[in-house]
């Protein structure tokens, strides 16, 4: 545990340093980043790890103390990945070149999830941990489809697009998933997918507080109306 807490500090110190760094002499390259993508995924193999021991009441809360003060900081990797992001996919189960944990993982998403992860957080593509878990399906498919459900049911949006155009709703149905779409949206998400698909001006007709949920279900090409 107290080698956890420690990487969350170091992981924190470092976010702080790349958001310092960031301009024209700061290159996405180098060795600073890949180290910092590292830390990251070290993190998720931990917080693996220590889900799977026992623990006394006060050492589970110490536990999820430290893990939300690491999804508090929102770390980001390398293509802009949250942890969540990281927590689904497969490719993290090589760190280094050494395998340490599976991944996707279903424990690490919903502690991450019950200690304050941003659920409809996007990458630098605009992908949500959604979007990711249904692309990594065929991975470690009973698993994931475990992480569907737990998306699904702590409020992660099917109607978010990504840079490609693509919703999560678009990559279930093209992937025949059993999922009821009218199940996990609401009028608010219809209407804000109405407003975005016809680009109707509404940025000086709504709370400011809303411009951001509008605008994530839309296309990318109409971000900028």
């Given at each position: ?36 993508q590292l ?91 959604l979007h ?80 951001p949920f ?12």
């Amino acid at each position: 545990m107290d080698v956890f807490a420690k990487l969350t500090e170091q992981i924190i110190d470092g976010q702080h340093v790349i958001n310092i760094q960031k301009g024209d002499q700061f290159s996405s390259e180098c060795n600073l980043v890949e180290d910092f993508q590292l830390l990251l995924q070290l993190s998720l193999h931990m917080i693996h790890l220590i889900s799977q021991l026992p623990q006394s009441e006060e050492e589970g809360f110490n536990f999820k103390r430290v893990v939300h003060q690491l999804v508090s900081a929102n770390p980001r990797g390398q293509e802009g990945e949250s942890l969540l992001h990281l927590s689904v996919d497969p490719k993290i189960s090589l760190t280094s070149e050494e395998f340490f944990s599976p991944f996707p993982s279903l424990a690490v998403v919903q502690i991450l999830i019950d200690c304050g992860a941003d659920i409809n957080a996007v990458d630098h593509k605009r992908n949500t941990a959604l979007h990711n878990s249904i692309k990594f399906l065929t991975y470690s498919e009973l698993q994931n489809e475990g992480i569907l459900a737990c998306l699904l049911g702590h409020g992660a949006h099917v109607d978010v697009y990504n840079g490609d155009g693509q919703s999560a709703l678009t990559l279930i149905q093209t992937a025949g998933l059993p999922v009821f779409p009218l199940q996990y949206r609401s009028l608010q998400c219809l209407a804000s997918e109405v407003i975005m698909k016809n680009n109707i001006p509404f940025q000086n007709e709504v709370p400011s507080s809303l411009i951001p949920f509008i605008k994530m279900h839309g296309h990318s090409k109409y971000m900028e109306h």
